[in-house]
Each structure stands twice: as C-alpha cells, then as structure tokens.
C-alpha cells in the first residue's frame, strides 16, 4: 500500500510502483544486467587465452571489463528508477 500524503487516503501499488511483480520485474532485469556482461566478457576472454595461450591475462581482463559493463548498466538502470520516481 501506498500513503498518498496530499489527500490523505491510501492506495494499492502495482507493477514498477513497489508491487510483489514490479519488485520481481526489477530483480530479474537487474539480474541479467550483471549475469550476461560478467559471463559474456569472460567467455571472450576464455576464448582468446585459449587461442593464444595466455591463461589467464585475457580470461581476468575480460572478467574485469564485464564487472565494469555490468556497473555501468545496473547504474544506469537505477537512474532511470530515480528520475521516473522524481517525476511521479
């Protein structure tokens, strides 16, 4: 439930307003915002120390560059969730 503090009169929340679903909505697109770069940059990484046989300099640098890609997407993610309850 949701206080609405100008009228006074309290309201249900749905969706992407705090609700079960919009809580599970946001925690699944946060979870593939970290799980697809980390594993996807590493991947790459593992595939190129195998192909150069630098195990594992290309493997942590792929690690490394995934972890900042997927900061960077769950930062955007959150400033996106912060303008938009601004703007409520």
Do not use: Y
Request: charge should be neutral.
């Amino acid at each position: 439930m949701k206080r609405d503090v100008r009228s006074g009169s309290t309201t249900s929340v749905s969706g992407k307003d705090g609700s079960a679903g919009g809580v599970l909505a946001s925690l699944a697109d946060t979870t593939w915002r970290v799980a697809v770069p980390t594993v996807l940059f590493a991947g790459i990484g593992i595939a190129i120390d195998n192909t150069l046989e630098t195990m594992p300099l290309c493997t942590l640098i792929g690690l490394v560059l995934g972890l900042i890609a997927a900061g960077a997407l769950v930062w955007h993610q959150i400033q996106h969730i912060t303008t938009t309850e601004v703007t409520k």
